[in-house]
């Protein structure tokens, strides 16, 4: 059986078209959702990154193909060079948050290949830029989080939605870290709508302390000119 072969067996094994329609209502894709537990997926995915399996033979037709070739990716021990051409190779079937998402926050060991995320930030396709914020939050906002919500403030300059939800959630992780040069970073930001939610993510996080949140609350208040 071949890879192609047995990874369409998978998803038709492993489809559940109630979390299917779940998903749908979570997740906006150009590719059919089949709705298979991430658990499953997973588990998958590192067998065939065993068998160094290559992306070019992988399917990628509906949504989970695409998140299981980048899974696949992910899990394989190629070295960090050849991870990034065949990150390109899937680049252009990411089209949603949670395929982005899923993805990048398990590509760990590529920070020689720095320079590509932050060419990245500099796409014009939402997605991409996407990749870059969230691979920056995941694995080099703990090293140096001033050096990086300063970069991703410089160098992201486009204006669609999942980018700058992705720069709220990268500056509310760094809120909780370091929250004083946070609070005066988040109100000299001129993007209005990052500004807002990166505050309201800090609000409803179990992370931040109540008196922080107290803190974040009034300055929501001074900055929208209402009390909350």
């Known amino acids: 059986m071949t890879v192609k072969e047995r990874i369409e067996n998978f998803i038709e094994v492993n ?35 065993k068998e160094a399996i290559s992306i070019d033979e992988m399917p990628m037709t509906c949504h989970e193909e695409i998140l299981l070739s980048g899974m696949v990716l992910a899990y394989s021990k190629l070295n960090p060079e050849v991870k990034i051409e065949d990150l390109k190779k899937i680049l252009p079937y990411i089209d949603n948050w949670a395929t982005c998402d899923m993805i990048v926050s398990r590509l760990k060991g590529l920070e020689s290949q720095r320079e590509f995320f932050v ?28 050096g990086t919500v300063n970069l991703l403030n410089d160098n992201v300059k486009n204006t669609n939605y999942y980018v700058e939800m992705a720069l709220a959630w990268c500056y509310a992780e760094a809120l909780i870290s370091d929250f004083d040069y946070m609070i005066e970073f988040t109100q000299r930001l001129e993007r209005y709508i990052v500004r807002n939610r990166t505050l309201q993510k800090a609000c409803e996080s179990f992370r931040v302390s109540d008196e922080h949140k107290k803190q974040v609350r009034a300055l929501r208040s001074k900055l929208l000119g209402m009390e909350i």
């Open 119 to 146: 060419e990245l930030l500099h796409s014009n396709r939402p997605f991409y830029i996407r990749v870059g914020i969230v691979w920056f939050m995941k694995f080099q906002l703990k090293k140096d989080i001033r």
């Open 15 to 49: 489809s559940d078209e109630n979390k299917a329609r779940f998903d749908e209502g979570l997740i906006t894709t150009s590719y059919e959702i089949k709705g298979i537990n991430i658990k499953l997926m997973n588990e998958f995915a590192k067998s065939l990154a």
